[in-house]
């Protein structure tokens, strides 16, 4: 089905203002984890590189599953997902306060809250980018924007509610204000088609599965077969519904006439039934067959390559720090009179701003976004290895602005994404390189845990995630050197005149 032309404004803006309250809703408390994270390490005593497990999850596990939940919105629509996913998400954090122990968060906060942010996130990215074109990147460096106002905002309350009321009632309250999600995704209204679908008939579902040739039946005798069958199940009800009781006394009076006559109307429908069946079976192998071959020639693509390369390095790398900031400042023996604000809250007010400007920068003609994503990446690595060396108040709130202004460059991931392979094949391309996310996300955490469970200090688990980073950054900068224009797979202009002329010439 083809969609209407973007409109590019309109009810757009009503679908960037409920996407942006919708990421705002559903990814404050697992952004603010942070704050969490050191109350779960008190209240079950495990170690750092468990505990962190419960907030690589919930990030993680919504992006591993993207290929299902652009499955999913592709079948069902953004509002159905946004209503469904606002459900999963309000009863996961509620679920997450009768937790007994760290083993049940993995389940209710990690999994169920994970997912449905992984849904919630994918609606609210292909809506917007369905009712955006020209504008697409101001589009989605807003809507982006709200899961890092959500980090601001809910670091601050996260706290002041578990300071009243406890761990539990945090987050039951935190799981009523999720439910507002539904109210949001009711106002998803999907953008219409261009062309009305096509009415399906009865008569035309053979022909819908007949691309397959069998050698021991043709299609044409099957359709013979039914149309036979059903023509004599016509005559037999019209004939008992004129009365015709003569016809049924016959019928009582010679059983044996049903009775052969039963069985080989049974078997001609069973066996077209079956065939049918098989030519359906045919017909969705032929489409995983399809996928798998585009799948393949999306990683034909070196920058496409290097793109899910760069973005699984950068989880592993970029990620921890919105979660562990707050430890590596008790850690590093920072008085808590020296915070004038959390840590996370100045990288979720920055991750705002930077999601917001570099979105408005993706829109510039004479802006390269590949680049300027590469660019993020590379200062960011540098200056996740200068972690290490902050053992202050002031050094640690200044990286944690640099981090969180560069960590902005998510709003711009979807922009380069679409620059890459396309508008057709972006919800396909999309949930392959968030499932990398995903691994990167789920892993990231609970290797620095680790590497302080090891050896007393952040210094080598900052080292090595800088390193990721950077790498990441290198690798994509190598593939995109030659041209952003292949990217487009635009083919230079003059090569077929001058081929003409050449032809032409020749004659």
């Not at 015709?244 to 049903?258: C, F, I, R």
């Amino acid at each position: 089905m083809e969609l209407k032309k973007s409109p590019d404004g309109g009810w757009g803006w009503v679908i960037v203002l409920v996407s942006f309250f919708t990421q705002f809703l559903c990814y404050g408390s697992p952004l603010a984890v942070g704050v969490l994270y050191i109350e779960w390490l008190d209240a079950f005593g495990e170690g750092k590189g468990k505990t962190a497990w419960v907030g690589s999850l919930a990030s993680g596990v919504g992006l591993l599953a993207s290929p299902v939940c652009s499955l999913c919105v592709s079948s069902f629509g953004a509002r159905t997902v946004t209503i469904f996913s606002g459900f999963m998400v309000a009863g996961g954090l509620m679920l997450s306060s009768f937790a007994p122990n760290i083993y049940f968060l993995f389940f209710s906060y990690g999994i169920v809250v994970g997912l449905g942010c992984g849904l919630l996130y994918t609606a609210t990215v292909t809506i917007t980018c369905q009712y955006f074109d020209d504008r697409r990147g101001l589009a989605l460096g807003l809507i982006s924007t709200g899961s890092s106002v959500g980090l601001f905002m809910y670091a601050a309350l996260q706290r002041m509610l578990v300071e009243f009321y406890g761990l539990d009632g945090c987050l039951l309250i935190v799981g009523a204000l999720a439910l507002n999600i539904l109210a949001c995704g009711s106002l998803m209204r999907p953008l219409q088609s261009s062309d009305c679908p096509k009415k399906i008939v009865p008569e035309d579902l053979p022909d819908r599965y007949s691309i397959y040739n069998e050698k021991g039946k043709n299609l044409e005798e099957n359709i013979n077969i039914l149309d036979k069958s059903y023509s004599s199940e016509e005559k037999c009800k019209s004939t008992l519904a004129n009365g015709d009781w003569k016809q049924e006394s016959l019928l009582h009076k010679n059983p044996t006439v049903t009775h052969t006559k039963e069985p080989e109307t049974y078997k001609k429908k069973v066996a077209e039934q079956t065939y049918f069946c098989k030519q359906l079976a045919k017909r969705k192998w032929q489409l995983y067959k399809n996928y798998c071959g585009e799948t393949m020639t999306l990683f034909k693509n070196k920058v496409f390559s290097a793109l899910f390369i760069a973005i699984l390095l950068f989880d592993i790398g970029g990620f921890p720090p919105s979660l562990l900031m707050e430890d590596v400042a008790r850690s590093s023996n920072v008085k808590e009179e020296e915070f004038i604000m959390p840590l996370i809250s100045i990288i979720g007010i920055m991750t705002a701003v930077g999601k917001l400007l570099l979105g408005i920068l993706a829109d510039f003609k004479w802006i390269n976004t590949l680049y300027l994503y590469v660019a993020t990446l590379i200062i960011m690595g540098l200056a996740l290895c200068a972690i290490p060396f902050a053992k202050s108040y002031v050094t640690l709130a200044l990286l944690s602005g640099i981090l969180g202004f560069l960590t902005g460059n998510w709003s711009i991931f979807p922009y380069v994404t679409t620059k890459t392979v396309g508008i057709e094949k972006l919800a396909h391309a999309y949930g392959i390189l968030m499932f990398f996310a995903g691994l990167g996300n789920s892993l990231g955490p609970p290797i620095v845990g680790w590497f302080y469970d090891w050896t007393q200090t952040y210094d080598i688990a900052f080292y090595f995630s800088g390193f990721c980073v950077l790498l990441g950054g290198f690798i994509l900068l190598l593939a995109a050197l030659p041209s952003w224009d292949t990217c487009n797979k635009q083919l230079p202009k003059p090569a077929p005149t001058t081929f003409l002329y050449k032809v032409a010439s020749n004659v």
